[in-house]
């Protein structure tokens, strides 16, 4: 199983970043799949999932209405459009497939800042 993140870096208060999480080793859209952040200082904590045909989604409250998670089954990669960025919205991020103990991407920095 592998997880392999793109996208990221450096963006100024209210723009817009998309991450994407390319994976393989598993059949992809049989599985929900989270993204996942963890700011300097806190403890990791969940910001969105879409389930395995992306029917469904659900959000942290502190992204609601500013992230976007979507997936393409056909390319086996999960998105995360990411607009009105906030300086809180710093942190690295990471996707997370729920295949036995879970396995993680790389992770992702996001650095909101002007």
């Known amino acids: 199983v592998q997880l392999v993140q793109s996208g990221g870096g450096l963006v100024q208060p209210g723009g817009s970043l998309r991450l994407s999480c390319a994976a393989s080793?598993?059949?992809?859209?049989?599985?929900?799949m989270s993204w996942y952040r963890q700011a300097p200082g806190k403890e990791r904590e969940l910001v969105a999932g879409?389930?395995?045909?992306?029917?469904?989604?659900n959000y942290a409250d502190s992204v609601k209405g500013r992230f976007t998670i979507s997936r393409d089954n056909a390319k086996n990669t999960v998105y995360l459009q990411m607009n009105s960025l906030k300086p809180e919205d710093t942190a690295v991020y990471y996707c997370?497939?729920?295949?036995?103990?879970?396995?993680w991407g790389q992770g992702t920095q996001v650095v909101v800042s002007s």
């Open positions: 879409i389930t395995s045909a992306g029917g469904g989604t």
């Open positions: 080793g598993f059949t992809f859209s049989n599985y929900y």
């Open positions: 997370w497939a729920p295949l036995g103990r879970g396995y």
